[in-house]
């Protein structure tokens, strides 16, 4: 196209917005990992004017006119998905009136300072006014952003994280995912026996070790950085991607994981298309494709005996033979099921139980259904319900464990469950393309397994819609099959659990197979 | 003034050009200090993006009117110095039309890139081409910035770094030291003898030394951070200053020396006005104050028997006892006169024959009296007649040592003896009013040196202009005398080198006597 089409010139903006966006994610990384405490008054400063030059460009009338120019324009397949993600922009940034932006910069602000000196004092009275706010502003926000999408409230703020999925599907997903879920891990737990003690490893092993894993995953330290933050992320942008994990004494594997699960993220990171780098198609697809990436790597091909076979010597190099280190003991304690309070330590098959009672929890606190103060109680319901453990009165384990919502994050926590089904589905897809991973482990090279993600997923950036990401990569849309298979066939069998409604269970590597989406209802049943 | 006068309007936007110079400033600190090499190109473009962000609140037209406005205003005194800053920055933004700026953004970059490949292979032939871009394009640039402001083309260069002086009187200054410091040095060559060898020392050591160091000097951890660079710096805003030093196994002093050097410009930074923060008069003075606070910890405090007394034990405790760490012994090392061939290493009577051959090369260069590809015969000329060292043929250490010119930063370096002047001005009076510093390092407590300087320079911002910054802190306008007075009391006696035009030589610790400055003339003599 011209060079002085409106296509090109919204080119031109994105590029500038995405050097904006590439400070601000460098400011945020030093903010948790190099900035000292004295900082926090200036950067706070100065984030905030970055997001505001960021609005400019974003809702900049100009805009408009250029996306209705531009929509006559003849472009070719990645241009179009381009200016699809342009338009998507342009809604969000225009749907939200400055007022409603300016309230809930400082109600967050001011309940995220509250959550970190409440939480620790379980003190959920001192927490709940400012929480008020938070939910007030937040439900105002996704009223006037599903007036611009013409959705609900809450659909509306899940496009933010998962564009193309509504409240609807994820209900249904996640009421088809409390069909046998529960009682696979209630008989996993039972059978859960007791396992050498990992003992303790020193941080300076640790931090080698992490740095030999993530370079065995393919992490590459000329673009990118492995540092240490309390809450491992992943940050910085494609060229110069930052990833941090934490270390305790006590708490190896913790280690281990956040490192792998972060290199996951940073793999997609630095393989989406170079081509595209500073424009919206060429950003990640959805909060749940990137977790599927991370729980690719982390849940799909690390968490199996074949990896802890190349993992094990790699920990005896670190410190020295321990029975724990033995492939087998090391396997069995990375796939232990010991339900608890706590999502961030929850085994595989418990986390997605923790994700359901947080969607149920927001989506009725957003669409009006249950008010602020009633949160405690539908916790303790759900967890009970879902997990089987008992969260009255803790309210630092129990709904103040997150800082999501203090952060008015509502609409993000689906994705981690999103993410894992899609990385079940994906890595079945890619084991009938490239065969056994286990030998790959055991014998050969990752270069497919990564090749496989690179051309499927990671090169794709946000050319198609999620679902058509998944249909092109495994031949199906959305699809729990693989998901169950894969924790049937590592937590459970089919005498344990009651099949789905999609059909028998399937043992790990199981081809996919398509169409098998659940049937069952909208999920208001799950939402008292 | 009311909340919607134009002084207030004007303030409003200055705070926004702050937080996005925070921003540049951690991108800048972070891309020397953390970025992996792959990182470079994303961060450019992010980093420029920022300029042109900074550049369009700088030169809005609107801007211009509210000056004007705010003119009218009744302002305190602190605000009539802010106005006169921000119109000072008015000036500046303005002055070099949009496309020079882009031009010399380009010259630099390629000259820049040149001088990383061609300096080490000694390619001044090479490296030429892309100079005598920069060269016209920094003509081009100054005849601009000089039409706007009044003054000649090298004279508006020198604004940007040392506001209120021009080169007439740097020259008579700098003619003024050439009288007597060339003897000096060479008596102090002369006297040098042997010194027991400081050795290696590993660089874990040096890192916990540093840091015990720049704490011992007041440096605040919880607002600033110490790392390491391959050229030492001090970055970061205000309330989160970040300095940098460099270590070698074989260089302890070195790394000792700019960690004070750099804790000097931290303080400075670290004790800007805080009420002023954001605003233009909040900033430092000019690259030469800034070098008088960091030339005074280092030169003025440290760099004295007494203080090494303090560092000896620090040395021993980090690399067990060493004949070179007795105090004397040090103390010995640290002022011993070699002159040689590299700036940065230079020992302190030396530095400023270094910074005199650059002031009078690049003056002649921007001024026209010599073109680009002339810049080597003047170099060796300069060098041998003011060190008596012979760069010729030795281009890598001789002219193209410095990446200032490839960058465009003429009019930089006569800030560095600039700032050596003032702080032996600044110290001396200073030592009239809190009374011997030795005594105070031997038994007491630095605070009363800080609270000096602190009260007199830090604080002060950009209140006033450098003379009366001066005049006010030590009851004098620029003057070399406590300069020529401590350099001969450290380098020299009476006997070996002849009066200045200033009259008596006097020893360290001398009250100031004001209205000294030389009388020499105008330097040309020494420009060709």
């Not at 849940?299 to 087998?328: H, I, K, N, S, Y």
Request: glycine letters at 10%; proline letters at 6%; one cysteine or more.
């Amino acid at each position: 196209m011209p060079i002085d089409s409106p296509y090109a010139e919204l080119a031109r903006r994105h590029a500038r917005l995405f050097r904006l966006r590439h400070a601000s994610a460098m400011l945020a990384w030093d903010r948790a990992t190099m900035m000292p405490p004295g900082g926090l008054g200036a950067r706070a400063a100065a984030e905030a004017e970055l997001q505001l030059q960021a609005l400019a460009l974003r809702t900049d009338p100009a805009v408009g006119e250029l996306l209705d120019g531009a929509a006559g324009e003849a472009l070719g397949d990645w241009e179009a998905a381009n200016l699809r993600e342009m338009r998507r922009d342009w809604i969000d940034a225009n749907a939200v009136p400055a007022t409603v932006i300016e309230r809930r910069a400082l109600a967050t602000a001011d309940c995220e300072l509250g959550w970190r000196r409440q939480r620790p004092q379980n003190d959920w009275q001192g927490y709940l006014p400012a929480f008020r706010e938070v939910v007030a502003v937040s439900r105002d926000e996704a009223r006037h952003l599903g007036d611009a999408l013409g959705c609900g409230p809450y659909d509306a703020l899940l496009q933010r994280y998962e564009p193309g999925i509504d409240s609807a599907r994820v209900a249904e997903l996640f009421d088809h995912l409390c069909e046998w879920l529960p009682a696979l891990i209630s008989r996993a737990r039972a059978r859960a026996g007791d396992l050498p003690p990992i003992g303790e490893v020193a941080i300076s092993d640790q931090r080698r070790l992490a740095r030999s894993l993530a370079g065995l995953l393919g992490f590459d330290f000329d673009h990118g950085r492995l540092d240490e933050s309390a809450h491992p992320f992943t940050g910085g942008v494609p060229g110069d991607v930052r990833i941090t994990t934490r270390f305790s004494e006590d708490a190896l594997l913790q280690g281990i994981n956040s490192t792998i699960h972060e290199t996951g993220h940073a793999r997609y990171v630095a393989g989406l298309p170079e081509a595209w780098r500073e424009q919206p198609v060429g950003a990640a697809r959805s909060f749940g494709v990137h977790e599927s990436q991370s729980l690719g790597l982390e849940m799909q091909l690390a968490r199996t005996p074949d990896f802890c076979a190349r993992l094990a010597p790699l920990l005896v190099d670190a410190a020295g033979p321990r029975a724990a280190f033995e492939p087998a003991s090391l396997y069995a304690s990375m796939t232990r099921v010991q339900p608890g309070l706590i999502r961030v330590h929850a085994d595989e098959p418990s986390y997605p139980m923790h994700v359901i009672a947080r969607f149920r929890i927001e989506r009725a606190l957003i669409e009006g259904d249950i008010e602020a103060g009633d949160v405690p109680a539908m916790w303790d319901e759900q967890m009970v319900r879902l997990l089987d453990v008992d969260t009255r009165g803790n309210h630092r384990d129990g709904c103040l464990q997150d800082i999501h919502w203090s952060k008015g994050a509502f609409g993000y926590f689906p994705s981690y469950t999103l993410g894992a089904i899609y990385a079940a589905q994906l890595f079945a897809a890619m084991r009938a393309e490239v065969g056994d991973l286990g030998s790959r482990l055991r014998h050969g090279t990752l270069e497919p397994v990564f090749g496989w993600l690179q051309h499927h997923v990671w090169s794709q950036g946000c050319r198609f819609e999620t679902d058509d990401l998944l249909r092109r990569a495994t031949g199906s849309g959305l699809d729990t099959g693989p998901y169950r298979a894969h924790l049937l066939a590592r937590y459970g069998n089919d005498a344990d659990v009651p099949a789905g409604r999609d059909g028998q269970a399937r043992g790990d590597g199981a081809a996919v197979e398509p169409g098998c989406n659940p049937a069952a209802g909208a999920g208001s049943s799950d939402r008292s």
